[in-house]
């Protein structure tokens, strides 16, 4: 499963080159629904469970729902909006059997994510209204894959045909240049690299500098892993970000035109504390989110989506660099009711 | 003004909810035991757990007294916090050291948790707070510079990194990892792995044939402070495989309340050695059940509110004072004594609200720290026969207590007044309240 060399991950790329649009997106397709099997069948096997001997949707099978809800980590208020939303549905509609519960709650949720008034993206594009270079600025707490991220997005740019330049930002963890490295040199792209130690922001303020000057179409900054209680590294994100802007009008003046937040999938509540923090410090525009192949839960996608505006653009499904897709909630949520009627 | 017209109708629904609940009971619990779940939910515990939690709490809460100045929601809240604290904390255990050196530590846990910091922390905090002579070595071999970031580690804190640079065979890397360790006189060798899914069956694998073959004293498994629902699945699939001995939590330093830490103690029911509180090499510490169930619970407040309440007042001297406003005896070195326990307590704006005879008897004094300042000087200035007997204050030892204790005429006169009325107050109160039960001790009784 694990390509273990940087040889075969190449030769994995080879292979994708040459595949068209259509198999690269079938391939994506099955790709996310095996990596939310883990959380489908925590989903299913759970739901089946709560409406086990049950005809009518009482308050039994309500209690029992939240219980799947929560524990999928969506967190207990959205649980109880979304429970609300059955209830009062049961209400209405006076009599709705257990059978039917996968359908509204399908419905419910689908509707929840929707009512977040985004977009979905289709692909690793560059935004139409985007002058280029597109600038990304990765940002979020320790080790929730921002580098392996970067890494991902690169390739997925490039095997867009567009031209990709890495800045190096972690100037703290021990090595975090030498990893953004070894990434720019299995994707085969460029870095801007002025080794550890140095102000983040030179390194952003060196690296867009050095986009425009060889022309790029999409620049990637990486940062420091950072918790979003430190005040001072906040203020260090929002002088990157401020660097960053000083070239407003060489480029374009909303820049960076996009701040990833990259959110691990097995983080539990904090995760809403994350995305507040760091909104504030540094307008995050999308989220990332990393380890969904590990989680039976993924929940969080829900929860995030109810309450914040931000779009959830990209998810990580594995370690290796074809493991990013990008985000699309119906398909989400298809995926995790697939193989609901095979349950009920 | 207004602080205190609140902290009253609060004191009000205390002694509403007292009034003929002298025991905690189905009814009175169960909108406190609610709240404590949604507490423990929004902490990340896990749902059974945090269930299971909540029933045995109510079970042991059901039919216990009532602190006389303490909500029963209150004291709730407390009862969840002492069984947290049973619940997480337990005998301390340090590392299992190898009888005959060296000892052997294996690392493990999910990717990014933070096991190579974690494992330059410990080679550091065994060599200097120990008198170690540890070893690391380097078995990630997938993640880019994996080995890399160790061997920075290893150099800011001057200690050995075993590596093999170009290899990808991480249960050979450790085995002779260990015979190098060995070789060279160390007497503690740290084996960092890689990050591994629970659910990677190849992964799991590996660290289970890395555990085979270097057969290790302390197995540790790291796991992030912020980790949601899923931190019991994955600690139990990491203790089937590897037995481990205890856990890590790390990033405590930010604001997760850290949930994962009961629900991980709830189902592998390993010890947490150690905790990490940031990414330098000295940011480890012990761990303390006390803290952490604070700070799961997220209502640390209330529970060093019914805590302090607990320790400052002991029955006898409650009876004591009892007894003494009952026979209108309660004097100025009473007042003072009472004084002494507040400032003890802590911050006066915040445990005005706790006491229930005080908080009336002074609703209209403004009261900050200065104005107890004066008061006690005041106190001070006067004659011990002056304290024990209120009465005798006349004007000429007013003026000469005024000048003593730097304040004026007026203020000891208008300390006298406020004093005279709190005495009355607290007797009607002393009166109201027995006439609906037997009252355990007044203003601050103890269960
Ligand atoms: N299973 C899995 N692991 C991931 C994923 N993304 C990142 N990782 C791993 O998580 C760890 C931390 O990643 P890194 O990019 O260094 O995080 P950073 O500190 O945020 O830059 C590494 O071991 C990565 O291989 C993912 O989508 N799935
Ligand atoms: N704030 C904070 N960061 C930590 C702590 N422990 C580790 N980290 C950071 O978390 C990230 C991942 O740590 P790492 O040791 O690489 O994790 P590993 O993938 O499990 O080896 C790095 O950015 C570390 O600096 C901690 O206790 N507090
Ligand atoms: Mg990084
Ligand atoms: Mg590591």
């Known amino acids: 499963m694990r390509v273990a060399s940087v040889i075969k991950d190449m030769g994995l790329f080879d292979i994708f080159k040459k595949k068209n649009k259509e198999e690269v997106q079938k391939e994506q397709e099955s790709q996310l629904e095996a990596g939310l099997t883990k959380t489908k069948q925590g989903f299913f096997s759970k739901i089946s469970r709560a ?42 509609d006076k009599y709705v059997s257990t059978s039917e519960l996968n359908n509204i709650l399908r419905e419910e949720i689908a509707a929840l994510m929707m009512e977040n008034k985004t977009e979905d993206v289709h692909d690793f594009v560059i935004p139409a209204h985007v002058k280029k270079p597109y600038i990304i600025l990765v940002v979020g707490v320790n080790g929730v894959g921002k580098t392996t991220t970067i890494g991902k997005l690169a390739l ?61 179409d ?14 001072g590294l906040m203020e260090e994100l929002s002088k990157i970000r401020r660097t ?49 192949d590990g989680t039976a839960k993924g929940g969080i996608v829900i929860g995030i989506s109810d309450q914040f505006k931000i779009p959830v653009k990209y998810i990580g499904v594995g370690e290796k660099v074809t493991d990013l897709q990008v985000f699309n909630r119906m398909k989400f949520v298809n995926a995790l009711f697939k193989d609901a009627d095979v349950v009920s | ?47 059974k757990v945090a269930k ?19 909500e029963p929601g209150k004291l709730m809240v407390k009862i969840c916090y002492d069984e947290l604290i049973a619940l997480m904390g337990g005998t301390k255990v340090e590392i299992n050291f190898a009888p005959n050196p060296p000892t052997v530590i294996l690392m493990s846990g999910l990717q990014g948790s933070g096991k190579t910091t974690f494992s330059g922390k410990l080679a550091n905090f065994l060599k200097t707070k120990r008198s170690k002579k540890p070893l690391l070595v380097a078995c990630d071999v997938y993640r880019p510079a994996a080995i890399d970031q160790l061997k920075t580690l290893g150099e800011q804190i001057g200690i050995e ?32 792995t890689a990050g591994r899914l629970a659910v990677d069956e190849e992964m799991m694998n590996e660290i289970a044939a890395i555990k085979k073959a270097v057969n290790p004293n302390e197995i540790l498994f790291v796991v992030d402070a912020m980790t949601g629902q899923d931190a019991v699945n994955t600690a139990q699939a990491f203790n089937q495989i590897l037995d481990f001995h205890g856990v890590v939590l790390t990033k405590l330093d930010g604001d997760t309340r850290g949930g994962a830490a009961l629900s991980i103690k709830a189902v592998v029911n390993k010890p947490i050695k150690y905790i990490g509180i940031g990414e330098k090499m000295d940011a480890i510490d012990e761990f303390y059940p006390d803290r952490m169930a604070s700070r799961i619970l997220g209502m640390g407040d209330i529970v060093k509110f019914v805590q302090k309440v607990q320790e400052q007042y002991d029955e006898k001297e409650a ?43 002074l609703k209209d004094v403004e009261i900050d720290e200065n104005a107890f300042r004066h008061i006690e000087a005041i106190i001070n200035s006067m004659t011990i026969k002056e304290r024990r007997n209120p009465e005798i204050i006349n004007g000429s030892r007013r003026r000469r207590i005024a000048q003593g204790s730097g304040t004026s005429v007026q203020q000891v006169n208008q300390l006298m007044k406020q004093f005279d009325e709190m005495r009355k107050m607290m007797k009607t109160m002393m009166k109201l309240n027995s006439a609906g039960r037997s009252f355990k001790g007044l203003p601050f009784g103890k269960k």
């Open chain 1, 51 to 92: 409406i086990v001997g049950k005809s009518t949707v009482d308050d039994e099978v309500l209690d029992n729902l939240e219980e799947i809800l929560v524990s999928s980590d969506v967190g207990v208020e959205t649980t109880l909006k979304i429970i609300k939303r059955i209830q009062d549905r049961v209400k209405r």
């Open chain 1, 156 to 216: 997925q740019f490039k095997l867009n045909g567009n031209s990709v330049l890495l800045g190096a930002g972690d100037t703290f963890r021990a090595a975090a240049v030498d990893q953004l490295k070894i990434w720019a040199e299995r994707v085969e792209v460029p870095i801007v690299d002025l080794g550890m130690n140095v102000e983040p922001s030179t390194v952003a303020y060196k690296t867009v500098e050095k986009g425009l000057e060889m022309g790029v």
């Open chain 1, 218 to 231: 999409v620049i990637i900054i990486d940062t420091a892993g950072r918790l979003q209680t430190k005040k």
């Open chain 1, 244 to 292: 960053i802007q000083k070239f407003g009008d060489k480029i374009q003046p909303d820049i960076p035109h996009e701040v990833l937040l990259v959110l691990d999938a097995s983080t539990g509540q904090n995760a809403i504390q994350q995305a507040t923090a760091f909104t504030e410090a540094t307008q995050v525009s999308a989220i990332a989110l990393t380890k969904l």
């Open chain 2, 1 to 47: 003004m207004s602080m205190f017209s609140n902290l009253t109708d609060k004191l009000e629904s205390a002694f509403r909810t007292l009034r003929g609940h002298g025991k905690i009971t189905e009814i009175n619990i169960a909108e406190t035991m609610r709240e404590v779940r949604r507490a423990l939910l929004d902490a990340d515990v896990n749902y």
């Open chain 2, 52 to 70: 299971s939690f909540c029933d045995t709490v109510k079970e042991k809460a059901l039919g216990q007294d009532i602190l006389i100045n303490v």
């Open chain 2, 161 to 192: 990194v075993y590596a093999e640079e170009n290899l990808k065979d991480a249960v050979g890397i450790a085995q002779r990892g260990v015979e190098y360790g060995k070789s060279k006189g160390y007497d503690t060798i740290i084996i960092d």
């Open chain 2, 319 to 361: 009876k004591r004072l009892q007894q003494k406003l009952r026979k209108n005896e309660f004097n100025f070195e009473d007042f003072m004594s009472q004084l002494q326990q507040i400032k003890k307590m802590g911050s006066i704006k915040d445990l005005i609200g706790m006491l229930p005879g005080i908080n009336r008897a």
